[in-house]
């Protein structure tokens, strides 16, 4: 694992949240001094300043089924500048078009201090509660929160802007620069962040802020935008407002940040290879944003490999070091959270959020979790330490130890969500077709089966486990691991069930029907795709090693007695996941792989499949790039030379 970055600032998940006063019932900023909007109608301001300036509400009317629209906006605050857009999305958008809203704050308000500020607005309430609910845990760096079935992706990045405006790949359509008065925030207004300000822009984006500072306006015009003043809200001070007509950073800097206009929905479908949990997701986040998906599936339904197994614990391990392998499955575990509860709102279809503890099952893993609670602070809606008592008491069953508890976490039941994701108008599923190839033809992908006729697409997206690296064109050599896993189904009447996720040296779910799955083995020897006595027996006795009074009759039950499961998992050499395109010369792009989960997928592919979607639609990107470029393929080419 590699080790966290310099400074102190840096050593955590953690980000400092806004110290707020309230005056007269409304938000200012102790650290800056000065208010979150104006103390007379700070709604109205917003709708004059910011979209008014914009031309939000007539952009919104004009645009085509499908379309999808940026905002950008410095400075989140209290949400106010996102719920007004989101109003006027809901009044003027086409019902199928995607408002992305990408949003940057270095000071959070906590979730108190947002419900307090919000409730000023009872015209925005219903929004208001839905941002409440899903606001993402006070972590630095990316989050994704998706509303309105998926008709509004907000980005919002915890942190500073220019490092938001450096890691961050999007274009604006329309920019709300709302940081505090720039006398009072100097740092907000630098060149340089109006320098990345116009990066992340195009011909005919347009801005507006609330000051009419000369050094803003010479900066933006420097950068290409044509400024004007406008008069202020009601009797305030002049505002400022433009657009780009030229931009010298677009002839200048590298494509980095550059991508289509504004998405194009009129794109051809999209071909997914696999129905597991990668390609499922995929399957829908692509659907939501009103692309035709084809989905093969070798297996007769959904979920047939490594998806399949009738409960999975929803568990990252996360580092003594806040290093980028920690970051991305922090942030991919709270997204995952995020996105099984929105899709099963009551907890009916596959998602239980029963809670989850990583027990200190031995004298390394209780040294590993002393160590890691001393070097970060973890917001404690994510995770805290618990007591053998609490341990106990939150799970309902015989622990002898503490550990760390995951209060919002749980288990799911994958082929239930499999299924569930793959059921959409827009989705069509071929079953019993095993991909056999996938070829470069003119500018598109042919596929071909073992038996059918070959299918040609632009976009092709391979999922599927280890199998990928057989599907590759010619000349494309990547090594992935399989490692063969066996699931124990432990009936009802031999444990004492916990009431939560177990995590030890394996894990125990809580008891669904008439059994709970306890597993999976990890086997590096064998690929013997039949369930053995053996692993059930390892099964057993590993849990009896860190639960051992699990057992409702003191002991466990004989294993020839037990059903199970067998899949094999997809990893890497760096246990890392695989995502990106495949790129190889001369040959189109539109060619991805999706793959190398190991045993975190169900973790780890809601975030990366609202990314890879995010790409394959050229809309704003959820991650950032420092991160998701350490997934690249690339990394597990086989040398030509064999070594
Ligand atoms: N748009 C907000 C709303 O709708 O409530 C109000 C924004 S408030 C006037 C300015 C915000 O910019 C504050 O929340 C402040 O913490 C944030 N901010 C100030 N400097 C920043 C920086 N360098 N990077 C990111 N955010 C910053």
């Given at each position: 694992m590699?080790t966290?970055?310099?400074?102190p600032d840096?050593?955590?998940?953690a980000?400092?949240?806004?110290?707020?006063?309230?005056?007269?019932?409304?938000?200012?900023?102790?650290?800056?001094?000065?208010?979150?909007?104006?103390?007379?109608?700070?709604?109205k301001e917003?709708?004059?300043?910011?979209?008014?300036?914009?031309?939000?509400?007539?952009?919104?009317?004009?645009?085509?089924?499908?379309?999808?629209?940026?905002?950008?906006?410095?400075?989140?605050?209290t949400g106010?500048n996102?719920?007004?857009?989101?109003?006027?999305w809901?009044?003027?958008?086409?019902?199928?078009?995607t408002?992305?809203?990408?949003?940057?704050?270095?000071?959070p308000?906590?979730?108190?201090?947002?419900?307090?500020?919000?409730?000023?607005?009872?015209e925005?309430k219903?929004?208001?509660?839905?941002?409440?609910?899903?606001?993402?845990?006070?972590?630095?760096g990316?989050h994704r929160?998706?509303?309105?079935?998926?008709?509004?992706?907000?980005?919002?990045?915890?942190?500073?802007?220019?490092e938001?405006?450096?890691?961050?790949?999007?274009?604006?359509?329309?920019?709300?620069?709302?940081?505090?008065?720039?006398?009072?925030?100097?740092?907000?207004?630098?060149?340089?962040l109006?320098?990345q300000?116009?990066?992340?822009?195009?011909?005919?984006?347009?801005?507006?802020?609330?000051?009419?500072?000369?050094?803003v306006?010479?900066?933006?015009q420097?950068v290409?935008?044509?400024m004007?003043?406008?008069?202020?809200?009601?009797?305030?001070?002049?505002?400022?407002?433009g657009e780009?007509?030229?931009?010298?950073s677009?002839?200048?800097?590298?494509?980095?940040?550059?991508l289509p206009?504004t998405?194009?929905?009129d794109?051809?479908?999209?071909?997914?290879?696999?129905?597991?949990?990668?390609?499922a997701?995929?399957?829908?986040?692509?659907?939501e944003?009103?692309?035709?998906?084809?989905?093969?599936s070798?297996?007769a339904?959904?979920?047939?490999?490594a998806?399949?197994?009738?409960?999975?614990a929803?568990?990252?391990?996360l580092?003594?070091?806040?290093?980028p392998?920690?970051q991305l499955?922090l942030?991919?575990?709270?997204?995952?959270?995020?996105?099984?509860?929105?899709?099963?709102?009551?907890?009916?279809?596959?998602?239980?959020?029963?809670g989850?503890?990583?027990?200190?099952?031995?004298?390394k893993?209780?040294?590993r979790q002393?160590?890691?609670l001393?070097?970060?602070?973890?917001?404690?809606?994510?995770l805290?330490?618990?007591?053998?008592?609490?341990?106990?008491?939150?799970?309902?069953?015989?622990?002898?130890?503490?550990?760390l508890?995951?209060?919002?976490?749980?288990?799911?039941?994958p082929p239930?969500?499999c299924?569930?994701?793959?059921?959409?108008?827009?989705?069509?599923?071929?079953?019993?077709?095993?991909?056999?190839?996938?070829?470069?033809?003119?500018?598109?992908?042919?596929?071909?089966?073992?038996?059918?006729?070959?299918?040609l697409s632009?976009?092709?997206?391979l999922?599927?486990?280890?199998?990928?690296?057989?599907?590759?064109?010619?000349?494309?050599?990547y090594?992935?691991?399989?490692?063969?896993g066996?699931?124990?189904?432990?009936?009802?009447?031999?444990?004492?069930?916990?009431?939560?996720?177990?995590?030890?040296?394996?894990?125990?779910?809580?008891a669904?029907?008439?059994y709970a799955?306890?597993?999976?083995?990890f086997?590096l020897?064998?690929?013997?795709?039949?369930?053995?006595?053996a692993s059930?027996?390892?099964?057993?006795?590993s849990?009896?090693?860190?639960?051992?009074?699990?057992?409702?009759?003191?002991?466990?039950?004989?294993?020839?007695?037990?059903?199970?499961?067998?899949?094999?998992?997809?990893t890497t050499?760096?246990y890392?996941?695989?995502?990106?395109?495949?790129?190889?010369?001369?040959?189109p792009?539109g060619?991805?792989?999706f793959?190398g989960?190991?045993?975190?997928?169900?973790?780890?592919?809601?975030?990366?499949?609202?990314?890879?979607?995010?790409?394959?639609?050229?809309?704003p990107?959820?991650?950032?790039q420092?991160?998701?470029?350490?997934?690249a393929l690339a990394?597990?080419?086989?040398?030509?030379?064999?070594?």
């Open positions: 590699s966290s970055n310099a400074g840096n050593l955590g998940p980000i400092q949240t806004a110290d707020i006063e309230w005056r007269d019932g409304h938000p200012v900023s102790r650290t800056f001094g000065d208010v979150y909007f104006s103390r007379e109608n700070g709604l917003t709708r004059y300043v910011f979209l008014g300036h914009n031309r939000i509400e007539e952009r919104f009317a004009a645009l085509k089924p499908g379309a999808a629209f940026v905002v950008a906006e410095t400075g989140f605050g106010l996102f719920l007004a857009t989101w109003r006027a809901q009044a003027y958008a086409p019902s199928d078009a408002l992305h809203f990408v949003s940057v704050e270095r000071y308000l906590s979730l108190e201090d947002l419900e307090r500020a919000l409730s000023l607005w009872p925005l219903p929004m208001a509660e839905a941002l409440h609910q899903r606001y993402p845990a006070l972590v630095k990316s929160v998706v509303f309105a079935e998926g008709r509004i992706r907000l980005t919002l990045y915890f942190g500073d802007a220019s938001a405006w450096s890691n961050l790949r999007f274009t604006a359509d329309a920019w709300y620069l709302d940081g505090f008065s720039p006398a009072l925030n100097p740092g907000l207004w630098f060149e340089r109006i320098g300000i116009a990066e992340h822009s195009r011909p005919g984006t347009t801005v507006a802020t609330f000051t009419s500072v000369g050094a306006r010479r900066a933006l420097a290409g935008f044509a004007k003043e406008a008069p202020g809200f009601e009797r305030k001070r002049d505002i400022l407002a780009i007509t030229h931009n010298p677009l002839a200048s800097s590298s494509d980095r940040h550059r206009a998405a194009n929905r794109l051809p479908s999209v071909t997914i290879v696999g129905a597991g949990i990668a390609g997701l995929t399957a829908r986040n692509l659907a944003r009103g692309r035709h998906v084809i989905v093969y070798a297996g339904m959904p979920a047939d490999g998806s399949g197994n009738p409960q999975a929803l568990y990252v391990k580092g003594v070091d806040y290093g392998e920690t499955a942030r991919a575990l709270l997204h995952a959270q995020r996105t099984y509860s929105r899709y099963d709102p009551e907890h009916t279809r596959f998602w239980h959020p029963t989850l503890i990583q027990l200190a099952t031995d004298p893993e209780a040294d002393r160590r890691f001393e070097r970060h602070r973890y917001p404690a809606d994510i805290r330490d618990v007591s053998p008592d609490e341990a106990k008491a939150l799970s309902g069953s015989p622990v002898e130890m503490g550990g508890w995951f209060p919002d976490s749980g288990w799911l039941e239930q969500l299924r569930w994701l793959l059921d959409h108008p827009n989705i069509e599923c071929k079953y019993g077709h095993t991909v056999t190839g996938v070829y470069a033809q003119s500018e598109r992908w042919r596929l071909s089966f073992s038996h059918g006729d070959p299918h632009s976009q092709v997206v999922t599927g486990g280890h199998r990928v690296a057989s599907l590759l064109p010619e000349g494309h050599l090594r992935f691991k399989s490692i063969r066996q699931v124990t189904e432990l009936p009802t009447n031999c444990i004492q069930n916990p009431r939560t996720v177990l995590c030890g040296q394996s894990y125990l779910n809580p669904h029907g008439d799955v306890t597993g999976a083995t086997d020897k064998t690929q013997d795709s039949a369930v053995l006595l059930h027996q390892q099964n057993l006795d849990l009896s090693r860190w639960l051992p009074n699990v057992w409702s009759k003191r002991t466990p039950p004989a294993a020839a007695d037990l059903s199970g499961r067998v899949s094999f998992r997809c050499h760096d890392q996941p695989v995502i990106g395109a495949v790129e190889g010369k001369g040959e792009d060619l991805y792989v793959t989960l190991g045993s975190k997928g169900f973790a780890l592919a809601p975030l990366l499949a609202e990314w890879l979607t995010d790409r394959l639609c050229g809309e990107e959820c991650l950032e420092a991160l998701v470029s350490r997934l990394r597990c080419r086989i040398p030509l030379d064999g070594a």
